[in-house]
């Protein structure tokens, strides 16, 4: 099998002016003056966490500081209500397949005030540590499921990014 080696240069220790080579050419990769290539963006905590959401196995689910689903474990997303992983990302929590509903019979869909409340959003809200229950209906069949949520903020440079939250069917 071939082997590729690949090594980044920091364009910041390179010569500024060409060193000469044989025959008076310049040995630099990076001509002078011409601009320096950024090194990659380190990956933010939201997408870190998201990594390891997508790959566990307890249901649980990432949001972004927008409440948009970023990522969703496959027993997070069936405990939610909406069914393959590919049918939450990318959707706000409110807006996904499964809705969030009262305790009443028959269930009422939370208004967005009350729905703020539940913990993935409320962790968002308020920066803190939520937990409560939460119940939730998928349209499509009807099916309630209750569940407890514990959610914390994912921080970024003193910023609330997004939440975590790790669910467990009541």
Do not use: Y
């Not at 009443?104 to 229950?133: F, H, M, V, W, Y």
């Not at 003193?158 to 939250?165: D, I, P, W, Y």
């Amino acid at each position: 099998m071939p082997h590729v080696e690949l090594s980044l240069i920091d364009s910041r220790r390179l010569p500024r002016s060409p060193a000469p080579g044989p025959a008076g050419r310049s040995t630099d990769l990076i001509a002078p003056g011409s601009p320096a290539v950024p090194p990659p963006a380190p990956p933010t905590s939201l997408h870190r966490w998201a990594a390891v959401v997508t790959e566990a196995s307890e249901p649980s689910l990432v949001l972004d500081a927008q409440t948009v689903i970023v990522a969703a474990s496959t027993n997070g997303a069936q405990m939610l209500g909406c069914g393959a992983v590919a049918n939450t990302v990318g959707r706000r929590m409110r807006e996904a397949v499964t809705q969030l509903v009262d305790f009443s019979n028959p269930p009422d869909k939370l208004d967005s005030a009350e729905a703020g409340k539940t913990p993935p959003l409320l962790a968002i809200s308020s920066r803190q540590l939520a937990r409560g229950l939460m119940r939730v209906q998928c349209p499509d069949t009807g099916r309630t499921c209750i569940m407890d949520a514990v959610a914390t903020p994912l921080w970024e440079r003193g910023q609330v990014v997004g939440s975590l939250t790790f669910f467990s069917q009541v």
